[in-house]
């Protein structure tokens, strides 16, 4: 059974950077294509970054997405926060290899991991 554990999460300062983790066990990274969603107070959840066997890591604004086959773990590098990035972080599996910011695609999800920025 694939099982998702977010980590990282945390209070931090506006300016700092965080590095949030989703390991995964039960399936192998290379198989898999493996997003991270944010999902803001009020707010819908909204598709961040993915992964999967073509796109080792990934860049969009402060966001980058990279992976570990050894640990099998996903990352996400949150830069230069804003109180605006407060939120839950959510991992994601899809089981075929295709990224998508439909979240409605992805078959497993994480627990997710609270991000607060507040000074």
């Known amino acids: 059974q694939l099982r998702i554990v977010e980590s990282g999460g945390g209070l931090v300062q506006p300016g700092e950077s965080l590095k949030l983790s989703c390991t995964l066990s039960?399936?192998?990274?290379?198989?898999?294509?493996v997003g991270w969603f944010r999902q803001a107070p009020g707010k819908e959840r909204e598709a961040l970054l993915c992964?999967?066997?073509g796109i080792v890591d990934s860049e969009k604004d402060r966001f980058y997405i990279s992976k570990d086959y050894a640990k099998n773990t996903v990352y996400l590098q949150i830069n230069s926060l804003q109180s605006a990035d407060t939120g839950v972080y959510y991992c994601?599996?899809?089981?075929?290899?295709?990224?998508?910011?439909?979240?409605?695609?992805?078959?497993?999800w994480g627990q997710g991991t609270e991000v607060t920025v507040s000074a």
């Open positions: 994601a599996v899809k089981l075929t290899w295709s990224c998508t910011a439909n979240s409605e695609a992805y078959d497993y």
């Open positions: 039960g399936a192998a990274l290379d198989s898999l294509a």
């Open positions: 992964v999967n066997k």
